[in-house]
């Protein structure tokens, strides 16, 4: 049977059943540990190269660890980011079919032993971007479809008031990250958010946007908070701060 039709019979099947590939373990163990190990990242850290599926990457595989490993990889075949992604959902990261094959796509053009591609051009027109697919490639991992994210792990997104403590405040978050604990909607948090800074002005902008409109948030609207503009957001960049800075931010805006 064809590679690609045995890893899409494995996907299917439930996922304690799943096969482990052990030439693969050590690296997965590793990447599994990183979050407890690893130091807070400044936003600017493990670049990966742009590309169709980058921004999947870098939702999907953040989840669990940051992407040090991922970098360090690159240079695997096609089939050992294969076998690593497979591995990778029987450790429990929840991968559509479409995304499994996005990402391996990705992997393997970008982060393979093939030399890769010129960088796409970028269109240097205004975007037109739809909120609601970026939250759905890149925060439902965490934040979970309905936004009401993980009791005790990741916070919810829905009903939060953090998203109208300024015009700016999500956005900075989303550039630079937030590390530490937090209060919301009575309930503690401990963790890190990391950055989304390769996301562009325009998707920026859009998600926070369609965030404060939906999942009950826009009843929490405050009248002197702005749609955020994505010329707003490319000001916002041109100040680095760090995620224990945001955290800093957030509690001096939450004492107003």
């Not at 590793?30 to 600017?44: D, E, I, R």
């Not at 990705?106 to 939250?135: I, R």
């Not at 630079?176 to 390769?198: D, L, Q, R, Y």
């Amino acid at each position: 049977m064809p590679r690609a039709n045995l890893q899409a019979e494995i996907r299917q099947l439930p996922r304690l059943m799943r096969p482990r590939l052990t030439r693969l373990a050590p690296l997965v163990a590793a990447l599994a540990m990183t979050v407890s190990s690893s130091l807070p990242l400044q936003a600017g850290e493990f670049k990966l190269p742009d590309g169709p599926g980058r921004a999947l990457v870098y939702a999907k595989c953040r989840t669990c660890h940051d992407l040090q490993y991922v970098i360090e990889s690159k240079g695997m075949t096609a089939d050992a980011w294969d076998g690593l992604l497979s591995d990778m959902e029987g450790f429990g990261v929840e991968l559509t079919s479409d995304e499994y094959d996005r990402i391996l796509t990705y992997m393997s053009t970008y982060m393979s032993d093939k030399p890769a591609p010129a960088a796409p051009a970028t269109d240097a027109t205004v975007e037109t971007v739809d909120g609601g697919s970026v939250f759905a490639e890149n925060c439902t991992s965490c934040h979970q479809e309905d936004a009401q994210g993980i009791e005790e792990t990741f916070p919810p997104l829905a009903q939060n008031n953090d998203l109208f403590l300024s015009t700016y405040f999500p956005a900075r978050v989303l550039i630079n990250g937030m590390s530490g604990a937090i209060t919301v909607n009575g309930k503690p948090f401990e963790g890190e958010m990391p950055s989304f800074a390769h996301l562009s002005d325009a998707e920026i902008a859009a998600v926070v946007n369609y965030l404060r409109d939906n999942f009950g948030n826009h009843a929490s609207a405050h009248p002197n908070i702005d749609q955020l503009k994505p010329e707003t957001v490319a000001d916002i960049r041109q100040t680095e701060m760090s995620p224990q800075q945001i955290l800093a931010l957030r509690n001096s805006l939450k004492d107003k």
